[in-house]
C-alpha cells in the first residue's frame, strides 16, 4: 500500500511539474489587491470635489444600475460638459463609401450593455466612477493620464534570483504603423479579455491616430482594454483616450484623459457604453469576437469616433492645435501594448492580446484585420489598405506577424500578441 501511496505521489509530482512548465503564469504570489495609493488627504479631497462635479443631479436624468452591480449615469446630452454648457451638437461625416456602412455579416461581437435603451434618447451614457476608483491612484493627474504612475512591487526583494532582466521598458508594443498623410482609420478588432498580472499593468488591443512630435505629439485612440487599477475588474472594456500634448500630466481642459473622464469627448449617442464591458470574448480554439472601430475627421476638424455602425461621438477640433491633429493626421497605428511594473525584478506575465504568440494563428492568436486608414479629401474620402512596418518591443516576449493580404472582407489583416514571461525566453 506505502508503494502505491509512493508511486501516486510520484505521478502528482510529475504532473504538476508538466502544468507549470506549459502555463507560466508562475511568479510566485503576486499581489492581486487594489491598493489605496491616494498620496493625501488634499489628494483625496480634489477627488471628492471631483466626484462631486461628475455627480451632479442637475445633469444626471437617470442612474441605470447593470446587471453586476456596476451603476450608469444617463446624462443630459447637451450638458454633458456641465451645468449650464447646453452645447452645439456637430454632426458627423456626411460623405461616406457605401461598402463601409454595410454590416459585417463576419463581425459578430456584441457589446456588453449595447441594449438600444441603455439611456434614453437626449441623454448619453457615462459610467460612475467612485471614490474608490480614484484612491487607487496617487493623484487626478496620475488617473487622467495613460500610463500608470512609476508603481514599483517588491522589486529588490531578497532571496530573490537576480536573472537577466529582458526587456525593461515599462511600455510595450506588437505594433504596426504606416506614415501617411491620412484623415482617420478604421479596423476590426479581435476581442479577448487576458491576464494581467498586477493590478497596475494593463493590455490592450487598440487603433491610434497621430501627428507631431515631442511636447506637440496628438493622438485619438481607440480599442478594448483591461486594466484593473482603473476598472476595478478583469474584463476588457471599450475605451477612448487622447492627448494634446504628448501624455502629459495635466488636469486643464487641454489635458488628455480616458473615456469620458474629462470634459472632452462630445458623446452623441445613447446606446455605446465608453468604458463599459463586453458579454462575450473569444475564447481558445473557439468562437472569436470581434468588432469595428474607426477614427474619422470631419471637414470641420472635428475628430469622430464609429463603433460598429454608430456614430458615437468626437473630439472637437478645438483640443488639437496646427502642429497636431487639427488638420488631418500623419500616422496610423494597429496593434496591442501592455504595461510591465517588473514584481520581484523580473518581466510581467500578462498577457497580450490572446496570450498566444502570433505564429499559432486564428482562433488562438489575436488578431486586427480590414485595417485601413482615410485619405483623399474632406468631401472625397477615400480608404486605403495600410502598408505596415512592424515596431515590436521585447520580440521574446511579445511579437506580431508581417501583415497578409485577403480578397475577403478580412483585406488586409496580422497576428499579434504573446504572454510575457516565460522561463526560455521572457524573464
Known amino acids: 500500500m506505502m508503494i502505491h501511496k509512493n508511486i501516486l505521489l510520484l505521478i502528482l509530482l510529475v504532473v504538476t511539474a508538466v502544468v507549470v512548465a506549459q502555463n507560466p503564469k508562475r511568479k510566485p504570489?503576486?499581489?492581486?489587491d487594489l491598493l489605496v495609493r491616494v498620496k493625501s488627504e488634499t489628494e483625496r479631497t480634489r477627488m471628492k470635489q471631483y466626484l462631486e462635479e461628475r455627480s451632479d443631479p442637475g445633469i444626471i436624468n437617470d442612474t441605470i444600475i447593470l446587471e453586476d452591480g456596476e451603476e450608469v449615469y444617463c446624462v443630459d446630452k447637451y450638458q454633458q460638459?456641465?451645468?449650464?454648457?447646453l452645447l452645439k451638437i456637430a454632426r458627423p461625416p456626411s460623405i461616406e463609401e457605401d461598402d463601409d456602412d454595410k454590416e459585417d455579416p463576419e463581425e459578430i461581437a456584441e457589446q456588453v450593455y449595447g441594449r438600444r435603451q441603455l439611456c434614453p434618447d437626449g441623454?448619453?451614457?457615462?459610467?460612475?466612477?467612485?471614490?474608490?476608483?480614484l484612491e487607487r491612484f496617487e493623484t487626478l493627474e496620475e488617473y487622467f493620464q495613460k500610463l500608470p504612475g512609476d508603481i514599483t512591487v517588491d522589486k529588490e526583494e531578497a532571496n530573490v534570483e537576480k536573472r537577466s532582466p529582458g526587456p525593461t521598458s515599462?511600455?510595450?508594443?506588437?505594433?504596426?504603423?504606416?506614415?501617411?498623410?491620412?484623415?482617420?482609420?478604421?479596423?476590426?478588432?479581435?476581442?479577448?479579455?487576458?491576464?494581467?498580472?498586477?493590478?497596475?499593468?494593463?493590455?490592450?488591443?487598440?487603433?491610434?491616430?497621430?501627428?507631431?512630435?515631442?511636447?506637440?505629439?496628438?493622438?485619438?485612440?481607440?480599442?478594448?482594454?483591461?486594466?484593473?487599477?482603473?476598472?476595478?475588474?478583469?474584463?476588457?472594456?471599450?475605451?477612448?483616450?487622447?492627448?494634446?500634448?504628448?501624455?502629459g500630466r495635466g488636469l486643464s481642459s487641454t489635458a488628455g484623459c480616458y473615456n469620458l473622464d474629462c470634459n472632452a469627448f462630445v458623446q452623441v449617442d445613447h446606446t455605446v457604453y465608453?468604458?463599459?464591458?463586453?458579454?462575450?470574448?473569444?475564447?481558445?480554439?473557439?468562437?472569436?469576437?470581434?468588432?469595428?472601430?474607426?477614427?474619422?475627421?470631419?471637414?470641420?476638424?472635428?475628430?469622430?469616433l464609429k463603433y460598429r455602425n454608430t456614430w458615437v461621438g468626437y473630439y472637437p477640433a478645438s483640443?488639437?492645435?496646427?502642429?497636431?491633429?487639427?488638420?488631418?493626421?500623419?500616422?496610423?497605428?494597429?496593434?496591442?501594448?501592455?504595461?510591465?511594473?517588473?514584481?520581484?525584478?523580473?518581466?510581467?506575465?500578462?498577457?497580450?492580446?490572446?496570450?498566444?504568440?502570433?505564429?499559432?494563428?486564428?482562433?488562438?492568436?489575436c488578431y486586427q484585420r480590414a485595417?485601413?486608414?482615410?485619405?483623399?479629401?474632406?468631401?472625397?474620402?477615400?480608404?486605403?489598405?495600410?502598408?505596415?512596418?512592424s515596431i515590436i518591443s521585447g520580440s521574446a516576449c511579445y511579437s506580431a506577424t508581417t501583415a497578409f493580404d485577403s480578397s475577403t472582407s478580412w483585406r488586409r489583416y496580422f497576428y499579434f500578441g504573446g504572454q510575457g514571461y516565460h522561463s526560455?525566453?521572457?524573464?
Not at 441623454?123 to 476608483?133: D, G, L, N, Q
Request: glycine share 12%; with cysteine.
Open 170 to 247: 515599462q511600455h510595450q508594443y506588437a505594433v504596426y504603423y504606416q506614415y501617411v498623410t491620412n484623415y482617420g482609420a478604421e479596423s476590426i478588432l479581435n476581442l479577448w479579455s487576458p491576464y494581467t498580472e498586477l493590478p497596475s499593468e494593463f493590455s490592450l488591443s487598440q487603433i491610434w491616430v497621430t501627428k507631431g512630435s515631442g511636447s506637440d505629439l496628438e493622438t485619438v485612440e481607440a480599442g478594448w482594454q483591461i486594466y484593473r487599477n482603473k476598472y476595478g475588474d478583469n474584463r476588457s472594456r471599450l475605451f477612448i483616450y487622447f492627448t494634446p500634448d504628448n501624455y
Open 319 to 365: 483640443k488639437f492645435d496646427s502642429k497636431g491633429l487639427r488638420n488631418g493626421a500623419a500616422m496610423v497605428e494597429f496593434g496591442g501594448e501592455i504595461i510591465d511594473n517588473r514584481y520581484l525584478n523580473l518581466h510581467t506575465a500578462t498577457d497580450m492580446g490572446s496570450g498566444r504568440f502570433p505564429s499559432d494563428g486564428f482562433g488562438y492568436a
Open 123 to 133: 441623454t448619453v451614457p457615462r459610467r460612475k466612477v467612485t471614490i474608490e476608483e
Open 81 to 85: 460638459m456641465g451645468r449650464g454648457t
Open 371 to 389: 485595417i485601413v486608414y482615410i485619405a483623399g479629401t474632406y468631401s472625397s474620402p477615400l480608404w486605403y489598405d495600410v502598408s505596415p512596418s
Open 29 to 32: 504570489d503576486a499581489p492581486t
Open 424 to 427: 526560455t525566453n521572457c524573464y
Open 274 to 304: 465608453i468604458g463599459g464591458g463586453f458579454d462575450q470574448y473569444s475564447t481558445i480554439g473557439g468562437s472569436q469576437r470581434e468588432f469595428k472601430l474607426k477614427w474619422q475627421q470631419s471637414s470641420d476638424g472635428h475628430w469622430w
